[in-house]
């Protein structure tokens, strides 16, 4: 069973997300100058918080356990969630993501409250699917499903399959073999994706090269920063996460010197490198010095353990749920740190 690669797939998610939220937005350059290097948690007093990318790959696992790999189930789980989510004042809420939460509430359909855009949302949630589930076409299913709940741009779907097929390939031994994945990512989004194949097989040519990441984004011109479009995202990630498949803290301090969204980037690799480590391959002081309530790194732990227990047993089962009022407190709490580092940024320096 998957039970290490779970674990260590959300609680990588997190680590990276907190490590990578305070340089959210910035340019490579000026994160540098402005925070230093990546290497501890800068988010509040040398303490992390996580933010969407986490909050969402937990409900994703939380609508897993509900749903005993029923297709249907899941997605209506996972939009109640949605839904619930939006009204507890989230900052930092992708505009799609606001969107469809809103289609939910004036009573549209999951399959019909997708918004038509390439963003990276469903990419930053997908890599706990490929941590958890062995059956290919199932997990096909399900990121589909995901994705088209806020996005349903097949670009973005496209994105989410390949970090879910990297997830699964990392957590099935310590030898990474890039051509194999890329297969399985060809077989899964056909001709429609040929463009996100192309980028992902230069982000394998790169990699074999010796080219660094950083050189690897600035290729692809994103000098500046990783963007949210997906086909900026997801071939960066996977560039530092064949880069490092096995050094967690170096992947995720790559890809946030990376600049842009670095958050999203940052939990994106940390998903995926931490179903290859598990718990144990994920820096303890990263780990120890979040900060989180209710969704705290031990609930997190415990959501792992559920969601491993239910597919042992091949069951529906009851998932770890959350106090609403602790969240909307949290989220108040989390907005007004988040104001700080808005006001911190209208001073030098600037570039």
Known sequence: MNRDAIVGCILGTAVGDAIGLPYEGLSPKRAERLLGTPDRHRFFFGRGMISDDTEHTCMAAQSLIEAGGNVDAFTKRFARRLRWWILALPAGVGKATAKSGIKLWLGWKPENAGVFSAGNGPAMRTAVF????????????????????????????DGAIAVALAAKHARQGASINADVWLG??????????????????????????????????????????????????????????????????????????????????????????????????????????????????????????????SL????????????????VVRNLLFLAIVLFHCFRRLAPPYR
């Not at 429609?192 to 982000?203: K, Q, Y």
């Not at 969204?261 to 820096?283: C, F, K, M, Y």
């Not at 042992?312 to 969240?327: D, F, K, L, Q």
Request: proline share 5%.
């Open 130 to 157: 490929g941590a958890a589930i062995d059956d290919v076409s199932l997990l096909r299913e399900l990121v589909r499903a995901s994705s088209r709940l806020t996005h349903s741009d097949p670009k973005a779907d």
């Open 312 to 327: 042992e047993r091949n069951s529906v089962s009851r998932a770890p749920n959350i106090n609403p009022i602790a969240v």
């Open 184 to 309: 399985e990512v060809v077989d899964a989004v056909g001709d429609d994706g040929a463009e996100l194949i192309d980028l992902l097989r230069r982000a394998i040519d790169s990699v074999q090269a010796n080219e660094s990441t950083l050189a690897f984004a600035k290729s692809l011109g994103l000098q500046r920063g990783v963007t949210g479009y997906t086909y900026h995202t997801v071939p960066v990630a996977i560039h530092t996460w064949l880069s490092h498949p096995q050094d967690f803290r170096q992947a995720v301090t790559t890809i946030i010197q990376c600049g842009g969204d670095a958050d999203t980037t940052a939990a994106i690799v940390g998903g995926i490198i931490g179903a290859g480590v598990g718990p144990e391959g994920i820096p303890t002081d990263w780990l120890d010095r979040i900060r989180e309530y209710p969704r705290s790194v031990r609930w997190m732990r415990e959501l792992g353990e559920a969601l491993a227990d």
